[in-house]
């Protein structure tokens, strides 16, 4: 049993909550209440009973403390899901019997890819992190001429991790990619069709959000989005004139000059409303 600060006048509220669900209040108040199954990742979803290893069942058994008949979910990163109760636990692993799946992808919306010049230090953490929960699909780190932090082996490992993090807390599926530092042509053909557009608050005659809107009569499920933020210095002619010959169109988020990880998270998180709103008319 939990105590639930905030609740009505007439005393504290309390709520049993399931083995394996978490707590979620709403902004709305205490009234507004939901329990959300524990969700861990793993690679295979085939076959009625699946393993849970590594660190997905360090977490779930040493932090967690999950036990027989906890209810969980588990998803591949690459669109699968199932619902099941763990049957068996071991030391360093779980098993879960599965007792339903879920259709195919269910996220709505285009494919949001984002080709950023990564900031240094803990913003691009942050980025990473905020990216991964908006549910942008590819993060594909960009060389530019003015500079670029390029990423060992060790820090790429940690912002994957926390690309898996970030899926788990909002409930998505699909793990956001992180590719490795490459040019504009390499990363437009790696994102694939779809419309590209680049950052550039100074010559932008459109806001993003206006130039999403332009394209409402495209199918979204199926058109991508692809979009280039330069680093602090902004794009260079040669890289705007690039970006252009690949049919990408220059916007800008607002009126505001905004730092690297700042601007992503908000192109993210502009598309991905653009696409929410187109789903529910």
């Known amino acids: 049993m939990r105590v639930m600060a905030g609740a009505p006048r007439c005393g504290i509220m309390i709520r049993p909550i399931t083995a394996g669900r978490q707590l979620v209040v709403g902004f709305d108040g205490p009234e507004h209440v939901s329990m959300r199954t524990r969700r861990f990742k793993v690679e295979d979803l085939s076959g ?83 990216c991964a929960e908006l549910g942008v699909r590819g993060l594909h780190l960009l060389r530019t001429d003015r500079g670029e932090v390029l990423p060992g082996e060790t820090k790429l490992g ?20 992180i590719e490795d530092p490459r040019g504009i042509d390499e990363i437009a053909a790696a994102a694939g069709k779809g419309r590209i557009f680049y950052g550039d608050p100074a010559c932008a005659a459109r806001t993003l959000h206006e130039a999403l809107g332009e394209a409402r009569g495209e199918d979204h499920r199926q058109v991508g989005v692809l979009i280039f933020i330069g680093p602090e210095g902004g794009f260079t002619e040669r890289e705007c004139a690039a970006i252009e010959e690949l049919g990408g169109r220059p916007v800008r988020l607002c009126d505001a000059i905004l730092r690297v990880e700042t601007a992503a998270i908000a192109a993210a998180a502009i598309v991905a409303g653009a696409a929410a709103t187109h789903h529910r008319e």
């Open 48 to 130: 009625p009973v699946i393993r849970v290893g590594g660190s997905e069942a360090g977490h779930g058994l040493r932090v967690l403390r999950l036990g027989v008949g906890a209810e969980v979910v588990l998803f591949d990163g690459r669109g699968g899901e199932v619902s099941g109760r763990i049957c068996s636990v071991g030391r360093s692993q779980f098993e879960v019997q599965v007792t339903s799946r879920g259709e195919a992808d269910r996220e709505h919306g285009p494919e949001i890819h984002l080709a950023v010049a990564a900031p240094k230090g803990g913003r691009a953490d942050t980025l990473v992190e905020k």
């Open 158 to 177: 940690r912002w994957r991790r926390k690309a898996v993090e970030a899926a788990k807390q909002a409930g998505h599926r699909t793990t956001m990619a």
